[in-house]
């Protein structure tokens, strides 16, 4: 099952974090490699080098496979203690629950100290570990293997994976990544779900916090730093939010003044007049991902209220599938279909513009009850949702911009 990232429960709760960083620090939030962040969380730095360090898979030897060196290396690659940020004190590895405290039968690597004292299974399991960093063993055969040696031990499995290479695989803590999740409206749960399945899950829901904290424009954030703002949006103390009240979408009320044709290009970073296209796509990948989440939103509520919340529970995304030529499949009041073309635009005091592919133009002429949702103020507290049925928008509203060159080419000669 896939597990998409909301683009508006993000966008919220980024803002909390950006606003429990600078009232803790009194500092704002600038990147993941300064401030608070740092302080919190940049020891993950140092576990993976000290830990990668303490492998030292490099020097390992297929004739040490039975011999113990093997797990005793993996054994002090997780007891590891690493400096915190001012020098001032060691501070215990916590991506692996070995807290000594607790009794030896509580910690995630027993199966380690266990496999050391019995001469059948060190062999077994130094010869997975070394098939495993040695590339020799595919990630899910090694990832189920693992479960069959250490037991569902989601943390110690996703810190050997995380070792390996941290910028495909991350460790976990599955309590706090649940409750982040949960704030992200990602469905995906982690606890006592320990499988490659899921843990496939996890890293790509991770990946889209990541994609969405470039897109707010975190330019240099990585896998890791992503990681970290999903733990820290668990375990920090956020700022209250006022509740608001549900959006409703509402009719457009079309003027009857003529409309000027639109610029074709649009103002980006840069200046001197050049467009930066990259960073135009980017921006409005960014921006259309967060209204097609307020719209969906919109749209259920409408549903409800119109006292239809069976066929709220039908609505689909469709937006990755670009042939379809719309965003959401939905209903009007009577169970007929209606098809939703997303698009955030900005409020201006005489009109309303955006862009309309060639797909998503003759969809509108073709479909029944096409519509556009017009989302005003996506990243406001003031957002609202408009639509327009397609049918009700005149020919002479539509622009055409966009050309398309065809160069003539030198005929190939023969040989």
């Known amino acids: 099952?896939?597990?998409?990232?909301?683009?508006?429960?993000?966008?919220?709760?980024?803002?909390?974090?950006?606003?429990?960083?600078?009232?803790?620090?009194?500092?704002?939030?600038?990147?993941?490699?300064?401030?608070?962040?740092?302080t919190w969380?940049?020891?993950k730095d140092f576990i993976y080098d000290k830990g990668r360090s303490q492998l030292g898979v490099a020097n390992w030897k297929q004739e040490e496979v039975g011999s113990g060196?093997?797990?005793?290396?993996?054994?002090?690659?997780?007891?590891?203690?690493?400096?915190?940020?001012?020098?001032?004190?060691?501070?215990?590895?916590?991506?692996?629950?070995?807290?000594?405290?607790?009794?030896?039968?509580?910690?995630?690597?027993?199966?380690?100290?266990?496999?050391?004292?019995?001469?059948?299974?060190?062999?077994?399991?130094?010869?997975?570990?070394?098939?495993?960093?040695?590339?020799?063993?595919?990630?899910?055969?090694?990832?189920?293997?693992?479960v069959e040696q250490a037991g569902k031990r989601y943390d110690f499995i996703a810190y050997l994976f995380f070792l390996k290479d941290w910028t495909r695989y991350l460790p976990i803590s599955p309590a706090n990544f649940d409750k982040a999740f949960a704030m992200l409206d990602v469905g995906l749960k982690t606890s006592q779900q320990c499988s490659w399945v899921n843990y496939q899950s996890y890293l790509n829901v991770i990946r889209q916090v990541r994609n969405a904290l470039r897109d707010a424009g975190m330019d240099d954030v990585r896998l890791i730093d992503a990681h970290s703002?999903?733990?820290?949006?668990?375990?920090?103390?956020?700022?209250?939010?006022?509740?608001?009240?549900?959006?409703?979408?509402?009719?457009?009320?079309?003027g009857a003044a003529a409309i000027d044709s639109p610029e074709p290009t649009q103002p980006a970073p840069?200046?001197?007049?050049?467009?930066?296209?990259?960073?135009?796509?980017?921006?409005?990948?960014?921006?259309?991902?967060?209204?097609?989440?307020?719209?969906?939103?919109?749209?259920?509520?409408?549903?409800?209220?119109?006292?239809?919340?069976?066929?709220?529970?039908?609505?689909?995304?469709?937006?990755?599938?670009?042939?379809?030529?719309?965003?959401?499949?939905?209903?009007?009041?009577?169970?007929?279909?209606?098809?939703?073309?997303?698009k955030a635009v900005r409020a201006e005091s005489h009109r309303m513009s955006f862009y309309l592919t060639e797909n998503e133009r003759q969809k509108a002429e073709q479909l029944p009850n096409y519509f556009f949702y017009l989302v005003v103020g996506a990243r406001t507290e003031g957002r609202a949702v408009k639509y327009l049925r397609a049918a009700d928008c005149p020919a002479q509203f539509l622009h055409p911009l966009v050309h398309i060159a065809i160069i003539p080419l030198q005929p190939r000669q023969q040989s």
């Open 41 to 43: 969380e940049r020891y």
């Open 270 to 342: 840069g200046g001197g007049g050049d467009v930066d296209f990259d960073w135009l796509r980017d921006e409005r990948a960014a921006l259309g991902g967060l209204a097609e989440d307020i719209a969906f939103d919109a749209e259920e509520e409408r549903l409800r209220r119109a006292g239809r919340s069976d066929l709220a529970e039908r609505i689909e995304r469709v937006a990755d599938d670009h042939t379809k030529g719309y965003d959401i499949k939905s209903f009007n009041d009577d169970g007929t279909d209606r098809f939703i073309e997303v």
């Open 1 to 38: 099952m896939s597990y998409a990232l909301n683009h508006r429960a993000f966008h919220d709760q980024f803002k909390r974090f950006k606003a429990a960083v600078l009232a803790l620090s009194h500092q704002p939030f600038v990147s993941f490699g300064t401030g608070l962040p740092r």
């Open 69 to 146: 060196e093997i797990l005793r290396r993996v054994i002090s690659a997780i007891e590891i203690d690493v400096p915190d940020e001012n020098q001032k004190k060691r501070v215990p590895n916590n991506l692996v629950d070995w807290d000594k405290r607790f009794g030896p039968e509580k910690r995630s690597h027993l199966s380690l100290y266990e496999a050391v004292d019995s001469t059948t299974n060190r062999f077994a399991y130094e010869s997975l570990l070394y098939d495993f960093y040695r590339e020799e063993l595919s990630p899910e055969d090694a990832f189920g293997s693992l």
């Open 229 to 254: 703002f999903c733990y820290m949006l668990a375990r920090m103390k956020l700022p209250e939010v006022s509740a608001t009240s549900p959006i409703v979408p509402e009719p457009l009320v079309i």
